[in-house]
């Protein structure tokens, strides 16, 4: 795991959707785990760190 992805990981624990964001911009990832997160906080860190680390 790269700095670049430790970052994108530690960002998307703090705020799930902007780690998702700084990898894939408005991609259908982003808005799957905006979603998430207005569901629930957990959910949104769950697919986020699954999107940038799988």
Same mark, same amino acid.
């Given at each position: 795991?790269g700095s670049?992805?430790?970052?994108?990981?530690?960002?998307? &624990? $703090?705020?799930?959707?902007a780690g &998702?964001?700084?990898?894939? %911009?408005? =991609?259908v990832e982003?808005?799957?785990?905006?979603?998430?997160?207005?569901?629930?906080?957990?959910?949104?860190?769950?697919? =986020?760190?699954? &999107? $940038? &680390? %799988?």
């Amino acid at each position: 795991m790269g700095s670049e992805t430790f970052l994108e990981v530690i960002l998307a &624990v $703090l705020l799930p959707p902007a780690g &998702v964001f700084l990898r894939y %911009g408005l =991609a259908v990832e982003f808005w799957i785990d905006l979603l998430l997160t207005f569901l629930g906080y957990i959910p949104g860190v769950i697919y =986020a760190i699954y &999107v $940038l &680390v %799988g």
